[in-house]
């Protein structure tokens, strides 16, 4: 694990020179970044509409901590993997409790549940920078931000039936996931190539499934 006070180093730029494991590592992130952004706005519809599916999304949006899991424990093995895929779920039940406080309209828990929200991202932040030299954390917790102001403004919009604004929204955090997807993947290619191309030398039960994660709403 990198120290705290160790210096990041900036990502290096690979170019067009791109392996094909290295090609399927950004693949996958920016995937599951993307999926985290289109379930969110699915589960804001289904609960904005009460629509018979809301249901089955709330568990679908629930599978992607486990995905993210999988990716991570290549890298960093199961504990810390483990860890990641509880922040994340906090992050996601987070973003449920506060579409329900406003759908509800109570403006005191709103307040509560957006401070929460951030709290949530400022742990992830913390606690994922550290264990890579080419992240940052403070350009962490501003990705996370960015992410967190047009999911909040997604719901406003959906809220208030301002289906263009709302559309707009979606393709500027569409645009966001991707770039944290992005700095996901190239810190963890980079990451590794400095050791050799080595991922986590772990035994892995091949057929051990992740774990569940904690914490999932009300």
């Not at 180093?9 to 950004?26: F, K, T």
């Not at 810390?80 to 506060?98: D, E, G, M, Y």
């Not at 944290?180 to 990451?191: F, K, L, N």
């Amino acid at each position: 694990m990198v120290k705290k006070n160790q210096e990041t180093l900036p990502i290096p730029d690979i170019g067009y020179l791109i392996s094909y494991e290295q090609l399927n590592i950004l693949l996958e992130f920016l995937r599951l970044w993307s999926q985290l952004a289109m379930w969110t706005r699915s589960l804001i519809l289904s609960t904005v509409n009460d629509t018979a599916n809301k249901t089955a999304i709330v568990n679908h949006l629930y599978t992607i901590p486990t995905e993210f899991y999988r990716a991570f424990r290549i890298f960093y093995g199961t504990a810390i993997s483990q860890q990641i895929l509880n922040l994340l779920t906090n992050f996601i039940t987070a973003q449920w409790r506060l579409i329900h406080a406003l759908k509800e309209g109570n403006q005191q828990l709103v307040d509560e549940l957006t401070v929460t929200l951030y709290q949530t991202a400022d742990e992830f932040a913390e606690y994922i920078a550290p264990l890579n030299v080419y992240w940052d954390v403070n350009h962490w917790k501003s990705l996370l931000y960015q992410y967190i102001r047009l999911v909040i403004d997604e719901m406003v919009a959906m809220m208030t039936g301002e289906h263009e604004k709302e559309i707009e929204i979606h393709r500027r955090l569409d645009d966001v996931a991707e770039i944290i997807g992005s700095y996901m993947a190239r810190g963890i290619i980079a990451r590794n190539l400095a050791l050799g191309g080595q991922g986590y030398q772990e035994p892995v039960n091949p057929g051990q499934t992740a774990p569940e994660p904690v914490n999932q709403g009300e």
